[in-house]
Every structure is written in structure tokens, then in C-alpha cells.
Nanobody, 124 residues
């Protein structure tokens, strides 16, 4: 079992930045990739970005490409999401998720371990 804990959410004005972190513990050797998803009120959970745990290969959603960057720190067992040029439509609960499947999936059903989520609110 993999445990994930997110941190770094908060309230920021449009155009500002936030950095989210996801700390992984437990059976981290089973992780192939970690992903970030977000869910706004009344909307489905959507893919944001993912990174392979060892190789560092990344995949980023079109809606955030050029503004969000995903990175990992294997020494600290963490994955970070640097979010710049934030927009009100980025407001959502952001979740970290882990998968042992050998691909950078964009579908939430492919991820088996989830954090509790962290709220990001961008004011206009």
C-alpha cells in the first residue's frame, strides 16, 4: 500500500503562483508514476500532470502546459507541482495519485492510491 499526502494549497490572486507537494510513503518501490488530478465543484476529476517515479518522464495536460511544471525528488520521496500564471478556472481540489501500471495514464481509474486532496482557490 502506498500512502500519499498533499500540501501547499491555498488562496492566490490570478496571475500568482503556488507549489504543491505530494509525499509518498509505504510501498514506494511499487510506484511507476505519480500524477496530479483536480476536481472543481460540479465537474469531473481531470488529469493535470504525471511523472515517472524513476525516469522523470513527464506528461502535462494541454490546459496547463506552459504554466504548470511537475518534478520529483526521489531522495525525499516527493513529487511537486509548480503552478504559475494561475487563473480562476484553475480553482479546484488537487489530488496526488500513484499507479504501478507502466504508462503515464491520464485516466483516474488507472491510479490505485490517492491522497486526501488540497484546495487551490484562485481569485479574479
Amino acid at each position: 500500500q502506498v500512502q500519499l499526502v498533499e500540501s501547499g494549497g491555498g488562496l492566490v490572486q490570478a496571475g500568482g503562483s503556488l507549489r504543491l507537494s505530494c509525499a509518498a510513503s509505504g510501498r514506494t518501490f511499487s510506484i511507476y508514476a505519480l500524477g496530479w488530478f483536480r476536481q472543481a465543484p460540479g465537474k469531473e476529476r481531470e488529469f493535470v500532470a504525471a511523472i515517472t517515479w524513476r525516469g522523470g518522464t513527464t506528461r502535462v495536460a494541454d490546459s496547463v502546459r506552459g504554466r504548470f511544471t511537475i518534478s520529483r525528488d526521489n531522495a525525499e520521496n516527493t513529487v511537486n507541482l509548480q503552478m504559475n500564471s494561475l487563473e480562476p478556472q484553475d480553482t479546484a481540489v488537487y489530488y496526488c495519485a500513484a499507479t504501478s501500471q507502466l504508462a503515464l495514464h491520464t485516466t483516474s481509474a488507472k491510479y490505485s492510491s490517492w491522497g486526501q486532496g488540497t484546495q487551490v482557490t484562485v481569485s479574479s
